[in-house]
């Protein structure tokens, strides 16, 4: 969201989510509302009008900053070459795909070796493409990358968030 806002072309791939999901997730946090409430269609005529008129405006910004940001969904199950491919001809700053755990190809006994390489293949992808590459995975509590410290090894830049304990104890509905 403030890739675009700032005037860059952002492909967000999520493998997890549907593409109404994501695009809700987006839209709420755009707004500022319950991404629940979005998702289960609870909100009123007041809210509506409130997130379109909201949403209008963003795009409006985005576009006079000559951003973007798409939703890429892809139907079936991808490999990272098939993603790169398929988001090639949107000339895009940035590709995020969510969570390369999810990526064809990428579960066995060697997931470690397997997700490595997809590391390396978006990191030679952005330095020929000269664009951000950012590939989601799964951290463990302590802070490590899970299944494949190569993942951080073959990145120009690694970020990693962890949860506090008592986030992640709290109730959620």
């Known amino acids: 969201i403030n890739q675009a806002e700032l005037g860059y072309k952002v492909i967000l791939v999520p493998l997890e989510m ?3 999901e994501m695009t809700s997730r987006l839209m709420a946090n755009i707004v500022k509302l319950d991404v629940t409430r979005i998702l ?3 909100l009123t005529q007041d809210e509506r009008d409130m ?3 909201k949403f209008k405006k963003w795009l ?3 576009k006079r900053a000559g951003g973007r940001l798409t939703v890429f969904k892809p139907l079936e199950d991808v490999s990272i070459d098939d993603v790169f491919s398929a988001t090639a001809s949107f000339d895009a700053d940035t590709v995020i795909v969510d969570y390369i755990s999810l990526l064809a190809g990428t579960d066995g006994d060697d997931n470690w070796k397997k997700l490595g390489a997809v590391a ?3 990191k030679i992808n ?3 493409t000269n664009r951000a590459n950012v590939l989601l995975c799964q951290v463990s509590e302590e802070g490590k990358i899970r299944y494949a410290g190569a993942i951080s090894e073959h990145s ?3 970020w990693v968030w962890v949860t506090r304990k008592e986030e992640r104890e709290k109730q959620v509905g």
């Open 18 to 20: 549907s593409r109404v």
């Open 40 to 42: 289960q269609k609870r």
């Open 51 to 53: 997130a379109a008129r």
């Open 60 to 62: 409006r910004k985005v």
């Open 120 to 122: 390396r293949v978006a």
């Open 126 to 128: 952005a330095e020929s």
């Open 156 to 158: 120009s830049q690694s």
